[in-house]
Structure formats: structure tokens, C-alpha cells
């Protein structure tokens, strides 16, 4: 599998507890979700039909949309 770096997004308040950062990859994938220790289960969303989510990870998402460098 292919990956590439994306973009960085580094804002000091874009998480009210910490400073974060996230480096965000972007890659081809197939197979079968399989969720982690981390998470109770792992869905895939249309582009067009994202949830809300938090922080500034919808902001994220217009940013690779924007750049035009997913498939639809």
C-alpha cells in the first residue's frame, strides 16, 4: 500500500485539554474493518454523508476534498 503525508494541523486550541497534533496519511486500502483495543466497532462514510466529528476533523476532511487527491 502507498503512503502519502498529507498535511500537519497543529493549532494550539483546536483541543480544548492539550495541545495536539495530527499528521494526517492518506492511503488506498481494502479488506475487512477490523476495530481495535481503541474503538468498539469501524464504519466507512461517503464522503458526502460524514458525521460530525469532533475537534477540527471535519476541517480536516474539506482540506483533502479540496485537494482533490481521493477517489469518489
Sequence with gaps: TELEQFHTYSKP???PMIHTISTVFLCKAEGKFNSGS?????KLFALDKMPKLCFDHNEIFEDIKKSGKLAH
Excluded at 481503541?38 to 469501524?42: E, G, L, R, T
Design 13 to 15: 486550541k483546536r483541543d
Design 38 to 42: 481503541d474503538a468498539k466497532q469501524v
